[in-house]
């Protein structure tokens, strides 16, 4: 309530106590002390419903000299003749006093009373704005709307956490320069790392708070000297955003605002978080599609590549029997990039479900004869060893046969490639139950804590290895899909000195004849 306003209602229950009693000293030889009473009291409580507690009391006070004065012998005096006269007078102004604070007290649960009203309907309103908007960035807009308009601030601007810092996520009035576009302040970095609040001053200078703790008692210890204040938003024990509030009216918040701010920061934090969720879901989408036009630009460009590799192959064969040594140079890479593109055909049809499976019953011995063979001109100085069931029973899967060496043959192929000269590569083969393991086991440098998974994905290469280290990083990829294909997995398992990886396959029983 303004100061005039407060002049105005006080001047006017004075005139309006002044008529009382002017209307009342003429019949005062008639009227009874309670009567005077209870007249005065209407006027006090007249005063304390419109002008509140303050000028009730102040009615009130004056009722009680005005009653002495003008009703009370002797008159026009403050002396009380008649000492029960003073019990009269006492217990008007006590009642004056307690009526008025009972009816202040009213007066602020009803106000209370609308201001939670008013609150659920502002959040309720908020809540749909924020359920409707169709981007993410559009409801965290709204919610800045709100609250500036509650607090009566001048800004609001709500930065989120991105991957390189503190980005600049939405501010009421907008700002053109856009997301990303703001330098962060130091202020707003310090309050997010530490989820600790903060206050800037008119003079400068910054307050900081502890964390955890509410950014009104930095407020109120700051004599009303704040100019802006910036609270962490927190969604499940994270912070994903600062709120920056700027304006005077920041320092004069009441309760009821405080509470209010609070509700409506979890929504600014609910809404950045809703905006950080957005943004994975389009990059996701985004590398989803990537992916699938890799994939279609791979399989197009495998096709065409044979028919060149085949001439070039052809080409360096006649040159070696003209006498040419570098055919054999030409012909042990065109091999080679034949290999690639058959890799890169087989890694199409894998991923668009489109490879041919035989599903049969096979013998594990044809599967590692096969393999061996296929991996004896590769091993060199290396020595492979292959561990079979020491009672000699015949193991039988149900499996694609050309699908399984190949995936042994890659497997054998990454335990040389990571295995030193004059090593031992192990080869087992055992059942467990309904599945049969086939484990290769190098004794090479293992793989980085935390690659396990990535070292299956496509074009996977080891932190540090050049581009041109003789592979492209696809065949633990093609060797795991290729194993799940048939109902089956690759695995991984760290040893304490190099790796081991274990093909599963569907067991099978068979009769003996």
Known sequence: MSRQRRLRDAALWLAVLAVTTAILIPFRADLDKAHITLV????????????GRVLGVGIGAASFLIFDWFFLPPLHTLVVANPVDWLVLIAFLATSIVAAQLLHREQESARMAGARADEVDRLATLGAEALAAARAEDALAAVAAVIRESTRAESCTVYFAGERGMQFGASSPPR??????????????????????????AEGTSRLGRAHTPVREIVRESDNAVRAILVPLTVRQQTVGVLRLEGGSVAHLDDSQWRFLDALSYYAALGTERVRLAADVARVEALREADRLKDALLASVSHDLRTPLTTIK????????????????????????????????????????AMPRHLELNAVDDLLSASLQDTEPLLKDRELIADLPVDGAMLVGRFD?????????????????????GTTIRLAVRRDGQKLLVSVSDTGPGVPAGEEERIFTPFYRPAGERPDAGSAGLGLAIARQMAEAQSGAVRYTRMPAGSTFTLELPAADVSAP
Not at 401 to 421: F, G, H, T
């Open 40 to 51: 005065l009291l209407l006027v006090v409580l007249g005063a304390g419903a419109q002008g």
């Open 176 to 201: 053109a320069d856009g997301v990303g576009a703001v330098p962060m302040p130091p202020l707003v970095d310090w309050v997010a790392t530490e989820r600790a609040p903060a206050a800037e001053t």
């Open 314 to 353: 052809a080409l360096a064969h006649e040159l070696g029997a003209l006498g040419d040594e570098r055919s054999q140079i030409i012909e042990e890479q065109a091999d080679r990039l034949n290999r690639l593109v058959a890799d890169l055909l087989d890694l199409s049809r894998l991923s668009a479900g």
């Open 401 to 421: 046969l050309a699908l399984s060496i190949r995936v042994v043959v890659n497997l054998i192929e990454n335990a040389i490639k990571y295995s030193s000269p």
